[in-house]
């Protein structure tokens, strides 16, 4: 197919709640969708729907909102629009010659890929090999101001019915808010942390401390550059080591896997250029024995929909951030949310993501909107 255009639809929706991380506090969640329309050799065009995961900020990782956008609107759609065919699976390749930008990769070859599967009448699950129905749906429950706050959050999400607790952690909020869970909840609550890589492997001491907790895991403490030193940590600690920040590519999740620096890795498509390299990781993992589940963005309907068929491949042995559209939002922007039942996700079986995005919610979210065609 060829690409005929490219729309960026910037949105700000309103959080139900302030998320707190070590790296700031979040109280809405601005982003853009990437609406892609490819024109098939009968003529029939075909819409696609991307999610950018690039934060306002550089703090999660290098890439940041506007940037992402930028590098969408100067380089990666006039390489895409040259190109006679256009799939899925050539993205990747057509984009090889500009360095990292995984995020507005992802993007783009998500919006791609929605549209070549919908023009095919498949699901995404399909096309990926799912193997469930229903993936497990867990939660990500921010940094909250006392521990009496981080013990009721928890027994909501709890109440609710979530499969999983993860926490997030920093120096001051850690073993206290941890040991506390863990008292009020018991043992076989599957609860894990997340530290966003605020330590230091000089912390190493300290962070052993939470290997009294029974962990499932101990997610990226140290910083995104530092594999070697996680190697370091996970042999003076029980807890399992899982990298989200460090693992941006299938190399560096073969590199990790082969320093020992991960027993368990968060995988995120927008982090690692999209869904294909996403599937890569899964089975380098899945070849190496190592526990993969599917992290989030705090995405919208959209992701969040994708992250559910991609946490139903085999490998997916965890449960992943993929909660109900209502854990970050009161109002999604497709026309059915997603939901959390009885602890788990369905995973959609309709053509490409299997949702859609409501035109009129869309366009109250909506705060820009950029249109890129081959002849601009
Ligand atoms: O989408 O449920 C979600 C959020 C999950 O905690 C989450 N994501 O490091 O794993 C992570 C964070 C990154 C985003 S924090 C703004
Ligand atoms: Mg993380």
Redesign the pocket.
């Known amino acids: 197919m060829k690409l005929h255009g490219l729309r960026l639809h910037h949105l700000e929706m309103p959080l139900v709640a302030p998320?707190t991380?070590s790296?700031g506090t979040?109280t809405s969640k601005r982003t853009f969708l990437v609406e892609a329309n490819l024109i098939a050799d009968d003529g029939t065009v075909w819409t696609g729907w991307g999610e950018n995961v690039a934060?306002p900020d550089p703090v999660?990782s290098p890439e940041h909102l506007e940037g992402a956008a930028l590098v969408i609107e100067r380089w990666l759609a006039p390489a895409l629009f040259a190109a006679d065919d256009v799939t899925a699976e050539t993205v990747g390749h057509l984009l090889r010659h500009i360095v990292g930008q995984q995020m507005a990769k992802a993007a783009v070859e998500m919006a791609v890929l929605d549209a070549q599967l919908r023009a095919d009448g498949r699901s995404f699950a399909s096309y990926l090999g799912a193997v469930a129905p229903t993936v497990p749906s867990g939660?990500?429950v921010g940094i909250q101001e006392s521990v009496d706050a981080t013990v009721r959050a928890v027994g909501g999400y709890i109440e609710q019915g979530y499969a999983r607790i993860?926490l997030?952690i920093q120096p001051g909020a850690d073993l206290a808010p941890v040991a506390a869970v863990r008292k009020a909840f018991g043992d076989e609550l599957p609860f894990q942390v997340?530290a966003?890589a605020a330590y230091t492997l000089v912390d190493a001491a300290h962070l052993r401390r939470l290997d009294e907790y029974g962990l499932l895991l101990v997610?990226?403490p140290l910083g995104e550059a530092d594999i070697r030193q996680h190697a370091e940590l996970a042999a003076r600690m029980t807890t399992p080591i899982c990298l989200?920040?460090s693992v941006v590519s299938a190399e560096a999740a073969a590199d990790a896997i082969s320093l020992g620096a991960a027993s368990v890795i968060?995988i995120?498509p927008g982090r690692v250029g999209g869904y294909l390299e996403a599937r890569r990781i899964h089975d380098i993992a899945r070849a190496h024995g190592v526990a993969v589940w599917c992290?989030?963005?705090?995405?919208t309907g959209i992701g969040r929909a994708a992250n559910a068929a991609l946490a139903a491949l085999p490998g997916f042995t965890l449960p992943g951030?993929i909660?109900g559209s209502d854990?970050?939002y009161a109002e999604d922007l497709l026309t059915q949310p997603i939901r959390m039942h009885d602890g788990v996700v369905d995973v959609p079986t309709g053509p490409g993501f299997g949702v859609q995005v409501d035109p009129d919610r869309l366009e109250g979210f909506r705060t820009r909107l950029v249109e890129l065609s081959p002849e601009r």
């Open positions: 998320f991380t790296f979040q934060l999660y939660v990500s993860k997030k997340d966003n997610e990226q989200d920040e968060n995120k992290g989030g963005m705090l995405e951030d909660s854990r970050f």
